[in-house]
C-alpha cells in the first residue's frame, strides 16, 4: 500500500527507513550504514536536537550501522569548549554512543583549503568582490536570472592567488569572497554560485588566529560526511534546498579523488530531509535561547523552564521520556506545531512506572485529632510505588496534629465535593478515618485550624464496620513534617507560539507565572532524596532534588510535571 512521504509503503517504516533500505538492496556503500549528528558548538541542545538524535543514531542502530558525533565547528563566532562538553554530555544522557566516532570539524580546514583550491584550478571556482548585499542583488530572484558577477571570469591563477592571500588575513572582512561557479540561471537561487569561503578574522576556540578564513556550512558539511565515509546524512527541512550544492560538492570531491573508498566501494553520501520539531509554548532559536540567558530572564541554559536537553533533565525528565516523545512524534515531511502535552504525557508514562511515592502538602492548614494522644506518635505502612509491585512500603509517622491541603477542605462545599468539610468524614491516606466537628478562624476569617476525632478501629484507612467513605485525603504529620523549598514551574510562555507577531518581541510573552517557590510540607523521607531522583506528591505532581542547589539533607524540590494536564492560558 502506498501513501505518503510520512508514512511508508506497508511494514517498510517511515520514509528515511524506506530510502536507507532500498540504498541497501541496491547494494551502495558496500552495505554498510553510517550517520552522524553534526552540531555547532555554539549553543546548548534543545529538544529539537533531541529528535534529530534519535533519527540520527536510531536509523544507524535499526541497520547495525554507527552514528558519528560531529562538532561543525567552522564559524569561529561564539563557538566554545564549553558547549562541547555539555553537546557530548546530553547525547549520552539521551542514551546514546559514538563510540570511536567523535570528530572535530575544525580538523579538516587544511583539507577544506587543499580541496577549494582545487576548485579554483578547474574554473569551479573564482573570488569575488562583491560586497554580501552586491553578490545577493546580483543573485536575483528564483523567477528570473540572476546577473554574473564583474568578477566570475578571473583566471584561475589571479583567484588562485588573491584566495591564498583571503587565507593569510590580507583582506578586510567583508571585501572578498570565494564562490562556487555553478549556474546563475538556475531556478534554485542557493545553486547561483554561492559562496563557499568567506573572511572572519576571529579566533577559533580550537585554531586560534591561524585561520582568518572559513568554509560555509554549505560547503563544509558534504565535505566533512564525505571525508568521515558518512553513507545517508540526515538533516532538518530546511536544507531541502540545499541538496543541490550538497551533492555538487560530492560529486567535485569524486573529481579529485577525495571520497572515502571501502572493500572497492566508493561511498557517497546522500542527504535527506524530515520536518524539523515545532513544539507550542516555548521557542528553539539558539539565538533567542542565548537572548534570554544573557538577558538574565532565565537561570542560565538549563534553568528547568528552557527546552534545553540540559534544562529539561534538571527539571527531571526522563532521558526515557524524551525518547519515547520523539517516538511518537514520528519522522516526517510536513511542517506541523505538536503540543507541549505530548511532552508532559510521555514524562507522567515513565515516572508512574519508576517514582517512588510521598506525601507532601504546598497549601497547609492544620488538622487537630482531637480524641488523639497529645504525645502519642505512631507509623503506618504508605506503599512506595503501586505500579511496581516490587518496590515495598515505607513507614510513614502520624501525630495528633495534621497538615492537609486547604484545597481538601471547604466549609459550605458543593454537591460533588467529596473531601473534607463539616459533619463529613474522609480517609486519611494510609492511617485512618477522620471526621470533622469544627474549625477555628482568625481574624480575617480564614480557617486556621481544622477540629476533628479519628476512628481508632480504622488504623490502615479501612472502616471497621465497612461503611463507605468516599474521599481520601494526603497529609504530613505537623510534628514530623520538614520543610523543604519547592520550585513550581510551569509554561515558558502564555501562547503556544511566541514568535507569531512580528509586530511584538516574543519576550512579551514570557509567563510571569512559570516560576514560584513554596514550601513544601514533606514527610521526613523526602530529606534524603539525592539531585535528579524524582517522587511523586501524591495527588499533587511529581518533583525532582535540584542538580545544582540541593545540599545533603535539604533538597531543593523542581516540579517536573502536574498529575495531569490542568494548566490554563491566561
Known amino acids: 500500500m502506498e501513501t505518503t512521504d510520512n508514512t511508508t509503503t506497508e511494514g517498510r517504516g517511515h520514509f528515511i527507513e524506506q530510502f536507507i533500505t532500498d540504498d541497501l538492496a541496491a547494494g551502495a556503500n558496500d552495505g554498510k550504514v553510517v550517520t552522524r549528528f553534526p552540531p555547532e558548538p555554539n549553543g546548548y541542545l534543545h529538544i529539537g536536537h533531541a529528535k534529530a538524535i534519535c533519527i540520527d543514531f536510531g536509523m544507524a542502530a535499526k541497520f547495525g550501522g554507527e552514528c558519528h558525533l560531529r562538532m561543525d565547528d567552522t564559524n569561529p ?9 555539555s553537546i557530548k554530555e546530553d547525547v549520552k544522557w539521551l542514551g546514546f554512543d559514538w563510540g570511536e566516532g567523535f570528530f572535530y570539524a575544525s580538523d579538516l580546514l587544511d583539507r577544506m583549503y587543499e580541496f577549494a583550491k582545487g576548485l579554483i584550478a578547474r574554473g569551479q571556482a573564482y573570488v569575488c568582490d562583491l560586497s554580501q548585499d552586491e553578490w545577493k542583488k546580483y543573485r536575483g530572484i528564483p523567477t528570473e ?48 554560485d554561492p559562496v563557499i569561503y568567506r573572511i572572519k578574522k ?42 543541490p550544492l550538497y551533492d555538487w560538492v560530492i560529486d567535485r570531491m569524486d573529481e579529485q579523488g577525495l571520497l572515502v573508498v571501502r572493500n572497492g566501494v566508493t561511498i557517497r553520501p546522500k542527504q535527506r530531509e524530515f ?8 521557542i528553539m532559536s539558539k539565538r533567542k535561547l542565548l537572548q534570554l540567558v544573557q538577558e538574565g530572564l532565565v537561570d542560565g541554559w538549563d534553568d528547568p523552564r528552557m527546552p534545553t536537553v540540559s534544562g529539561l533533565r534538571r527539571r527531571g525528565y526522563p532521558a526515557e521520556a524524551i525518547r519515547d516523545f520523539c517516538e511518537r512524534i514520528g519522522v516526517s515531511k510536513y511542517k506541523s506545531a505538536t503540543e507541549l502535552a505530548l511532552l508532559e504525557s510521555c514524562v507522567r508514562d515513565r515516572l508512574n512506572k519508576t517514582a517512588l511515592r510521598r506525601m507532601a502538602v504546598l ?6 485529632i482531637d480524641n488523639y494522644p497529645e504525645d502519642a506518635e505512631e507509623f503506618f505502612d504508605a506503599v512506595e510505588n503501586p505500579e511496581d509491585p516490587d518496590a515495598g512500603t515505607r513507614k510513614v509517622p502520624f501525630s495528633r496534629e495534621l497538615w492537609i491541603e486547604r484545597d481538601d477542605f471547604m466549609e459550605d462545599p458543593p454537591k460533588k465535593f467529596f473531601r473534607l468539610s463539616p459533619g463529613r468524614e474522609v480517609r486519611l491516606r494510609y492511617a485512618c478515618l477522620f471526621l470533622c466537628t469544627g474549625v ?31 474521599g481520601t485525603i494526603h497529609w504530613v504529620s505537623a510534628r514530623h513534617a520538614v520543610p523543604l523549598d519547592a520550585r513550581l514551574y510551569d509554561r515558558l510562555f502564555t501562547v503556544p507560539d511566541p514568535e507569531a507577531d512580528e509586530t511584538r518581541p516574543f519576550t512579551d ?41 540541593s545540599a545533603p539533607g535539604r533538597p531543593v524540590l523542581n516540579r517536573v510535571v502536574t498529575l495531569k494536564d490542568s494548566w490554563q492560558p491566561k
Not at 563566532?77 to 562538553?85: F, G, L, N, P, T
Open 509 to 549: 510573552f514570557l509567563n510571569p507565572d512559570s516560576a514560584k517557590t513554596v514550601t513544601a510540607l514533606c514527610e521526613p523521607s523526602v530529606k534524603d532524596l539525592r539531585p535528579l531522583e524524582t517522587v511523586q506528591f501524591e495527588r499533587l505532581a511529581y518533583f525532582c532534588a535540584d542538580s545544582r542547589d
Open 440 to 470: 477555628e478562624k482568625d481574624a480575617d476569617g480564614n480557617v486556621s485550624v481544622i477540629h476533628g476525632t479519628w476512628d481508632p478501629g480504622s488504623r490502615g484507612g479501612n472502616a471497621p464496620d465497612g461503611r463507605k467513605v468516599k
Open 202 to 243: 576571529e579566533p577559533h576556540y580550537r585554531c586560534g588566529t591561524k585561520w582568518p578564513a572559513y568554509p560555509t556550512y554549505d560547503f563544509a558539511h558534504p565535505f566533512e560526511d564525505a571525508s568521515e565515509g558518512i553513507t545517508h546524512s540526515l538533516c532538518t527541512l530546511e536544507f531541502e534546498v540545499h541538496r
Open 77 to 85: 563566532s561564539k563557538e566554545d569548549e564549553s558547549y562541547v562538553r
Open 275 to 282: 520536518a524539523r520539531l515545532s513544539l507550542d509554548y516555548t
Open 145 to 192: 536570472p540572476g546577473t554574473p558577477s564583474p568578477y566570475r571570469d578571473r583566471t584561475p591563477e589571479e583567484n588562485l592567488d588573491l584566495f591564498e592571500r583571503m587565507c593569510r588575513g590580507e583582506f578586510d572582512e567583508g571585501s572578498r569572497c570565494l564562490r562556487a561557479k555553478i549556474d546563475m540561471a538556475s531556478p534554485n537561487i542557493h545553486f547561483r
Open 363 to 368: 497549601n497547609p492548614v492544620k488538622v487537630v
